[in-house]
């Protein structure tokens, strides 16, 4: 049985991808600030999945999810999920205010690489993989998308590099395109996004991902053959 770390997995696309993976036949560690949210995860989900709440942000939170991975015979995949969008409405960059700078960096940047730092040994004796999950607002330049879009162009940049220092390990940065979430509503309060499709028509795109082990680089959901996502 295959063993993967989610973060952010309580709701949206990490719970969405969580569940795939369960329904594939992995085991799933899961975190999250939302510790009720968790609970009915684990409800759902039965005993495949394994909650630990907690704020990414928190070193000793951190080590507890790796460490649930190791009891459950070793990690194989890594999803570095949980991402922070910043104030709402999104700011100008004139206007952001910069310790809305620091705290972003701080959950969609140093966090991922914390845990990448601490799950790498258990991923380089599996040949395991890292998924960072990314946006378009790392590649383009959307008004209002400026701070978040720095940090993930920072975590893009981290793996890239990542994929030339650990060649051992698959590297991927998957941008999963715009989705119907509490994370993307807020970037657009008041607004109506059921436009937007669900995090769940994404995730057969992921399991492709991980069945065909592409090289390390920059995905897009929107870009797999649609025949290899279903």
Do not use: C
């Not at 799933?28 to 630990?52: F, I, K, M, N, Y």
């Not at 701070?147 to 590297?171: C, D, H, M």
């Amino acid at each position: 049985m295959r063993t993967a770390i989610i973060t952010g997995g309580s709701r949206g696309f990490g719970r969405a991808l969580a569940g795939a993976l369960v329904g594939e036949g992995w085991s799933v560690v899961v975190d999250g600030r939302d510790a009720t949210a968790l609970t009915a995860a684990q409800r759902e989900l039965g005993p495949s999945l394994h909650a630990v709440p907690g704020n990414v942000t928190d070193p000793s939170h951190r080590a507890a999810v790796v460490e649930a991975a190791h009891r459950l015979g070793g990690l194989d995949l890594l999803v570095n999920n949980a991402s922070a969008i910043g104030p709402s409405p999104l700011p100008r960059l004139a206007e952001v205010p910069l310790e809305a700078m620091g705290e972003l960096h701080e959950v969609n940047v140093v966090a991922p690489l914390a845990l990448i730092q601490l799950a790498l040994p258990q991923l380089r004796s599996r040949r395991g993989a890292i998924l960072n999950v990314t946006s378009d607002a790392a590649v383009e330049a959307y008004e209002g998308w400026g701070a978040y879009g720095t940090t993930k162009a920072a975590l893009e940049q981290l793996s890239n590099v990542l994929r030339v220092e650990e060649p051992s390990i698959r590297v991927w940065w998957f941008d999963p395109g715009d989705m119907r979430t509490e994370m993307h509503q807020a970037a657009y309060p008041g607004e109506d996004i059921s436009d937007r499709p669900l995090p769940a028509s994404v995730t057969p795109a992921v399991l492709w991902v991980l069945d065909a082990r592409p090289p390390s680089g920059r995905l897009r959901g929107d870009d797999l053959p649609l025949e290899q996502r279903s």
